[in-house]
């Protein structure tokens, strides 16, 4: 496409049955809001749409087990994840809900164009059935083996560990995830989207016409599925949530969700235009507008295939000019998982490292899982902001406000005769706005947040190598030629900055005195001026006038300690364990004993009078205990657990005719009761509180 005359970007629709993590934000939302940023910086005319997806099996089976309606969970959510959005700076022009009247209206409205038209295949099939929840079985309703890779737990719409899409009827051995029935085969009318009828189409436009732009991971999928032979889809579901189907013979089904969600991004333009006074239309259906879709790589088949099938049906609509998909984000060298509470929640990173989205934002970019799984670990995120934000950028940008201020009380001095390297600093520094938006444009996020560190990394060293500090001494013109130079390169990386770092650019913008609304507006005594546009800075000289009065330093970042980082892992930690609980059988049960076995066990209840660590050991505490007939030493297992003052005064139960037998030379008489959680915590055994219970008392 020669230059577009508007862009329409779409992030995937985010599920509101939970809230979103660090994936969902590497995956799709921080580099659609690079891209989308920095359009806008060059002066294009941009929509970015974004919204909840509200629809589909998840939600009731959530609001099933919770015991309220499915509204009440997508409510909960949707103000959760848009919230986690505004937080972390990313700047949907619209972000809708697929419950929103518009939404329901438009996807209707879409249905019934292709029902119309006959676009869709009306057929009675035998569906899956739950007799004992008297009710269709499609999509997550069913689970059983993937026919593709054998995986047990596929879901009936898509299998999560090959990626496959296909029809409940399709999975061997279903089971219901309702009652976990084995389901029957009932009939019912369906609609169905005939892919197989697009496929010429869909061959031409993706395997001949994308071959060189499309992400190979992208083109790959696409590829396999388009070879594999495309079958129609089912578009309907019998399902009581989500959109009715609005033709006859359609009372008691709604359109399947993935039909539904896709035309959230035109809805949600709808909704922004009539908000705006703007046609929605040359956004969605002029040629010369350019439509990115950004997801994650689960949703390649239904943004590439699908989505296009059916815009291609209604005929108005203009398809996708590429749809940058990235691949997983991995933590800590686990898949990230919201039931295993695997994950770092949005809402909680800002709760611990408040006013720090820049870092998770740059952190997830110059890691982002574009050609690749990878992996999010804590001390790389510890790296990055200590190594890169704090040591490069913030160091160079805090050195010069700082000297600027100490030489010229803040303002940009008169710069005299340049030298070689000066005139090669500042043809590098307009250099750079062309290097990384060519890295954006081909959706290279990563390559282009570590250009943006080489920019701040250029300015470090000319600083290192001119040393105006030194130089002050004997050179003083010399000096306010390098700090000109300096303050040059600040400027661009303020401007520059903006996609990736949006709230580290406001700041420093701030502190250049550019026109922004901003607290540091007070403290910039002289007249303010613009922030250069990113093109300003190949094409003009000069970005921050002579003359020009900038505040004092502010601190862009801060360093991130250890104990911040073994904070998080140790958090990961107790996930971890959990899990382990969660999933540790109970220990089958030992072999029946006698009563008599039974009887000779003589078990009393004591107290721990005394208590000390055993010296060079970890694990062992010496006891002295009441134990109602004697005071015996027991040597007990338990250091590791609790601390000599903490048991003190407790009262146990003692098993008092276990043979005596010396552990480390101290003999002990006895053993204390204690049960293990599967965390591994040690709990003692110990007569109920609420009753006062003397030492010696027999337990039988
Ligand atoms: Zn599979």
Redesign the pocket.
């Known amino acids: 496409m020669t230059q577009p005359k508007r862009y329409t970007i779409t992030a995937a629709l985010p599920y509101t049955n939970g809230p979103i993590h660090i994936g969902h934000l590497a995956g799709v939302y921080v580099p659609a809001d690079i891209y989308a940023r920095y359009l806008r910086l060059t002066g294009n005319d941009v929509a970015f749409m974004c919204g909840s997806d509200e629809h589909g099996v998840p939600i009731t089976i959530k609001a099933k087990k919770e015991g309220v309606s499915p509204q009440d969970i997508v409510d909960k959510y949707h103000a959760i994840i848009k919230q986690s959005f505004l937080d972390f700076g990313i700047t949907f022009d619209n972000y809708s809900r697929t419950t929103a009247k518009v939404h329901h209206d438009t996807a209707s409205e879409f249905f019934k164009t292709l029902y119309d038209k006959g676009e869709f295949i009306e057929e009675i099939t035998e569906q899956l059935y739950d007799a004992e929840a008297h009710q269709f079985l499609a999509d997550r309703f069913v689970v059983g083996t993937?026919?593709?890779?054998?995986?047990e737990e596929?879901y009936g719409d898509q299998?999560?560990?090959?990626?496959?899409s296909h029809n409940a009827t399709d999975l061997i051995n279903p089971k219901s995830a309702i009652t976990g029935a084995t389901p029957t085969l009932k009939e019912t009318k369906h609609w169905f989207l005939p892919l197989d009828k697009h496929e010429a189409f869909l061959k031409e436009w993706i395997l001949d016409g994308h071959k060189k732009d499309w992400k190979p991971n992208v083109y790959g999928q696409c590829k396999s599925w388009i070879d594999d032979g495309l079958r129609p889809r089912a578009v309907t579901r019998d399902l009581d949530w989500g959109i009715p189907v609005p033709v006859e013979g359609g009372e008691g089904k709604v359109l399947y969700v993935w039909f539904d969600a896709p035309i959230g991004y035109i809805s949600a333009t709808k909704e922004w235009a009539e908000r705006e006074g703007k046609d929605w239309e040359p956004y969605w259906k002029d040629k010369d507008t350019k439509l990115v879709h950004f997801i994650g790589k689960d949703n390649i088949v239904f943004h590439c295939i699908i989505f296009p099938a059916m815009l291609k049906a209604e005929g108005s609509f203009i398809l996708p000019d590429n749809v940058p998909a990235n691949e997983f984000l991995n933590l800590e060298g686990n898949k990230l998982s919201t039931s295993k509470n695997w994950a770092v929640w949005l809402h909680e990173y800002l709760q611990e490292f408040p006013d720090q989205q820049d870092v998770l934002r740059y952190a997830l970019t110059a890691n982002a899982p574009e050609t690749k799984d990878n992996d999010f670990t804590w001390k790389d995120f510890q790296a990055r902001n200590n190594n890169e934000l704090v040591a490069i950028f913030g160091n160079f940008i805090n050195r010069v406000v700082v000297l600027t201020n100490k030489y010229y009380n803040g303002i940009v001095p008169t710069p005299n005769e340049f030298s070689k390297v000066d005139e090669e600093t500042l043809a590098t520094v307009k250099a750079y706005p062309n290097v990384i938006a060519s890295s954006i444009e081909r959706y290279r996020f990563r390559e282009a947040s570590q250009e943006l560190i080489n920019l701040a990394r250029l300015g470090n060293k000319y600083l290192a190598d001119e040393e105006p500090w030194k130089v002050i001494k004997e050179d003083e013109a010399r000096v306010q030629t390098i700090m000109y130079i300096t303050l040059q390169i600040a400027s661009a990386l303020a401007t520059l900055s903006e996609p990736f770092l949006p709230f580290t650019s406001h700041k420093l913008k701030g502190i250049l005195c550019f026109t922004q609304n901003n607290k540091n507006e007070n403290d910039c005594h002289a007249e303010l001026v613009e922030a250069s546009h990113w093109d300003d800075i190949s094409s003009k000289d000069t970005l921050l006038p002579t003359g020009h009065q900038i505040t004092k330093a502010e601190l862009l970042f801060s360093k991130i300690e250890d104990k911040e980082i073994q904070a998080q892992l140790d958090k990961l930690e107790t996930s971890k364990k959990a899990n382990e609980a969660a999933n540790k059988e109970t220990e089958p049960q030992k072999e029946t004993i006698a009563f008599e076995d039974f009887t000779k066990l003589d078990i009393r209840v004591g107290t721990i009078l005394e208590a000390e660590k055993m010296p060079k050991t970890k694990k062992l505490l010496v006891l002295k205990v009441d134990t109602g007939i004697d005071m015996r030493t027991i040597v007990s297992g338990i250091a590791e657990s609790f601390t000599p003052e903490e048991v003190i005064g407790k009262q146990v139960t003692v098993l008092v005719n276990l043979a005596p037998r010396a552990l480390r030379g101290v003999e002990s008489q006895g053993m204390i009761l204690m049960t293990e959680t599967p965390e591994g915590k040690l709990v003692f055994v110990n007569p109920d509180k609420s009753n006062e219970v003397n030492n010696g008392l027999r337990i039988s």
């Open positions: 993937c026919p593709k890779c054998g995986n596929s299998c999560e560990v090959c990626g496959t």
